[in-house]
């Protein structure tokens, strides 16, 4: 009863006055943490909210490594650009190269190229040899390789001599197009090079 007494409006509104003060205040001083509010280490995932908190602004460029990315996520293309294709039959006829099969890579930025090329060499009537090389954007990888039959005739295409030729340039390549391929030509006898393919990818980037 004795409380009952002393309540007023007078008592209640200070009550809520003082309330409300107290709570904008709070609420002033939350707007205004910053990063020395907050104890290294402390925030979790839990305390960030799905799809707006950390963003690409806020992460240092090139400081995520694999374990932190899921690599189905990405696009492979923005920076290991991939190309192939396969060719017919190709039939040298002198000691002129002829491109067997070619393959147009873009690069987004300097990248060193893997490129990859394989085939099947056939002498027809008779022994045969013959010499096959790659190339980018026209000039030769420098060695090449020499399939053929010195004492024998391989007169099938379903038995050919298969080869395939690895290459990594030394140097990166600039951004842009370029065409990669595998070119053969005739030495002795008669050759075929049966189904030639080839790829490449860009396998480490340069410097800018």
Known sequence: M???RHLSYANVTAT????????GGAAYAVDK????DIANNSIKSIDLKNRK???AIDVKPNTLTGRQISEKTLNAQSFAPLTGASGGDCDPSSSTLLRCV???VKLRKRSRVLVLATGGEESVGGPASSHCELQIDGRSDGTGMAP??????????AATNGFARTLVTRDPVGPGRHRVALACNQLSGNVRVDAPTIAAIAVGAGRR
């Open 148 to 157: 053929g039959e010195g004492t024998t005739d391989n007169t099938s295409g």
């Open 102 to 104: 070619s393959a147009t």
């Open 2 to 4: 004795r409380i009952r």
């Open 33 to 36: 943490i910053n990063s020395h």
């Open 53 to 55: 908190a950390v963003k």
């Open 16 to 23: 809520i006055c003082l309330f409300l003060i107290l709570a």
